[in-house]
């Protein structure tokens, strides 16, 4: 792999744990502040990064379809990761109520949901706070919250996700962090078109 490459994607990493200025990217890559704006200039012409008015940098809607297109070839269970009940709950209720008829509810951990009624209200509650939450339910070390991101018609797209293990935060710890997740995940949703003020205010 190329030094450029790799600081590129160095960069991404670094931009996708917290959005950073020019100067904290450059003071991460050990280079001079052009050296990094060029950087940060390629990743923005794919849309990989985006800056705000102040010079911020973010992950951009480029590296959103990436993530989606990469969980489209993974059997990903809908019943008990957050990533996935974020998109489902925000589907019309046809959609909810099929999706859930086919799945098999294979029991992970003691908080996997059991059975499609309780599946089904999961996904409500998931509506109204806004944002899903994988509790130990896909594995007994391992806490998620993940919220949804829409296109400009208002429909669901997919989604953004904390996630940590049980030994490097606690559960109570993860939920203060949402609302650094609504940020990145309406953020991400506006890079699309999408005009809403909040998660589910253009689903019909």
């Given at each position: 792999m190329s030094q450029t490459v790799q600081r590129a994607i160095q960069v991404l990493g670094l931009i996708g744990e917290k959005p950073s200025s020019i100067e904290q990217v450059a003071s991460?890559?050990?280079?001079h502040r052009s050296t990094a704006l060029r950087t940060l200039q390629v990743l923005e012409a794919e849309q990989m990064v985006v800056r705000d008015s102040h010079n911020v940098f973010r992950l951009g809607s480029r590296v959103i379809s990436l993530a989606n297109a990469a969980l489209e070839n993974i059997d990903l269970p809908l019943h008990c990761t957050g990533v996935a009940k974020a998109i489902v709950a925000f589907l019309p209720l046809e959609d909810q109520q099929r999706i859930a008829?086919?799945?098999d509810f294979v029991a992970h951990t003691d908080n996997t949901l059991a059975n499609t009624d309780d599946y089904l209200a999961d996904l409500r509650a998931?509506?109204?706070?806004?944002?899903?939450?994988?509790?130990l339910e896909h594995e007994p070390w391992v806490n998620c919250i993940a919220a949804p991101v829409f296109e400009a018609s208002g429909q669901v797209t997919g989604s953004v996700s904390i996630t940590t293990t049980t030994l490097s935060c606690d559960y109570e710890t993860l939920l203060t962090m949402v609302p650094q997740l609504f940020e990145a995940s309406f953020g991400i949703?506006?890079?699309f078109g999408w005009t809403g003020n909040g998660p589910g205010s253009d689903q019909g």
């Open positions: 991460f890559m050990g280079t008829s086919g799945i998931t509506v109204e706070r806004g944002y899903a939450i994988d509790h949703s506006r890079e």
